[in-house]
């Protein structure tokens, strides 16, 4: 059993009994799992196991001024009661790397760590320098409860990111996977700078990933899990196998020719995809090219004037 699964049913059992102890500050409160760990993006397994997996869901408070610290208490003592064990899994007493992830937590205090506010509510400059990771964070998982909407209303205005953001991000990451891998991956095997030519390889898979998470209009996860939902995404997964194909081979002979019109293929398939989305008006198969176009596209003057790489 995965980890939203166990957590819900570890709700359900338990957590809506406790709960009715507090109907005062129930009715404010949402309920569900969020935020860090594999459990909350439905990549757990066997192996994630080994930490930080346990029964345990968050219970989000709305300010002091709507429930105190008093009630606050009282309900982090009702929690810490539940069950030590559940289906077989204990809960665990040490608090995990990075900080409290189940349990009574602030919902302004949430938000305001993964994205730098308590509302959602961003800046031009914070949707242009927040990593997507943490985006992923702030609305990934599932919520059981929310009567009042105090946590849906914030992950419904971050699970969309602008357009003119989009677009943005799209560019700057389009001319980087132009610049790493239609140009600089050849360059280095001529100067025979192997390793350059792989960190260029890695540069280019980098960049096609965060373009292909922005297609798809999803945010692209912290890196150890973007392989797993980059296959799971309806438009270009198919690209998941080239890229890690080229991530995890040599540079030697006939393979670094291989390689080159791999980079080129995955690049055309790009390209097709941002014609279907309308995104370009270029017709070539230069990647910088269609960065440029994508970048000329965005409505407001000021962030399409910023510079083409402002936001990766």
Not at 33 to 47: A, K, N, P
């Amino acid at each position: 059993m995965q980890g939203l699964e166990l957590s819900r049913r570890f709700y359900e059992e338990y957590g809506i009994p406790m709960l009715a102890e507090f109907p005062d500050a129930t009715v404010h409160c949402a309920v569900g799992l969020c935020g860090s760990g594999s459990e909350c993006f439905g990549f757990d397994d066997e192996t994630s196991r080994d930490h930080d997996f346990e029964p345990g869901f968050c219970i989000f408070l709305p300010g002091e001024d709507i429930v105190d610290r008093r009630a606050a208490f009282l309900m982090e003592r009702a929690y810490a009661k539940l069950p030590k064990e559940f289906m077989g899994i204990k809960r665990s007493n040490i608090a995990p790397v990075g900080g409290q992830r189940h349990g009574i937590l602030r919902a302004d205090e949430f938000f305001t760590e993964k994205v730098g506010s308590p509302t959602g509510e961003l800046s031009v400059q914070q949707w242009l320098t927040i990593p997507e990771y943490a985006l992923a964070e702030a609305t990934n998982g599932e919520i059981f409860r929310d009567d009042s909407g105090l946590v849906s209303s914030v992950r419904t205005r971050l699970d969309t990111m602008p357009e003119d953001i989009r677009r943005k991000r799209l560019s700057g990451n389009l001319l980087f996977m132009a610049q790493s891998g239609q140009y600089n991956y050849n360059r280095c095997l001529a100067h025979g700078e192997t390793g350059a030519a792989q960190l260029a390889v890695a540069e280019f898979v980098k960049s096609t990933m965060a373009v292909v998470f922005l297609l798809n209009g999803k945010y692209m996860p912290y890196y150890k899990w973007s392989f797993r939902a980059m296959r799971a995404l309806p438009k270009l997964s198919i690209l998941a196998e080239t890229l890690e194909y080229l991530i995890t081979t040599g540079n030697d002979g006939d393979m670094a020719s291989d390689k080159y019109y791999m980079i080129e293929d995955a690049a055309s398939t790009v390209i097709d995809e941002l014609m279907v989305q309308e995104l370009t008006k270029a017709t070539c198969g230069d990647l910088e090219k269609h960065a440029y176009s994508v970048n000329d596209s965005i409505v407001d003057p000021e962030i399409r004037n910023l510079n083409i790489l402002c936001a990766v």
